[in-house]
């Protein structure tokens, strides 16, 4: 069983930046960032490998968002520049068993509770 703990969301006006950061309980290998809107299904927004090397966007952040980890830390991290209204969701941290990129929530085990990111115009 992984844990997950998710951080780092707030409030900011459009054009801003913010990083989450998500802290699992025990090793997780292939982990990713989704969001989900109100009325909205749940969507990809980050994903990446166990080596950290090979990575994957949503179409709408890529270029924006930046997901990075730190295996000695057990933390995965989300940078979001240039955060505009549409953005705006709860960001959930998902960890799988696979080393790969994981591009589709069901390949994911284990989920966080959440954080809120509300961006205004």
């Known amino acids: 069983q992984v844990q997950l703990v998710e951080s780092g969301g707030g409030l900011v006006q459009a054009g801003g930046s913010l990083t989450l950061s998500c802290v699992a309980s025990?090793?997780?290998?292939?982990m990713g960032w989704f969001r989900q809107a109100p009325g909205k299904e749940r969507e990809l927004v980050a994903a990446?490998?166990?080596?950290?090397?090979?990575?994957a966007y949503g179409p709408s952040v890529e270029g924006r968002f930046t997901i990075s980890r730190d295996n000695a830390k057990k933390s995965v991290y989300l940078q979001m520049n240039n955060l505009q209204p549409e953005d705006t969701a709860v960001y959930l941290c998902?960890?799988?068993?696979?080393?790969?990129?994981?591009?589709?929530?069901?390949?994911?085990?284990?989920w966080g509770q959440g954080t809120q990111v509300t961006v205004s115009s």
């Open positions: 990446i490998g166990w080596s950290g090397q090979f990575t």
């Open positions: 998902a960890a799988a068993p696979y080393e790969g990129v994981n591009k589709k929530a069901d390949d994911y085990d284990y």
């Open positions: 025990a090793t997780a290998y292939g």
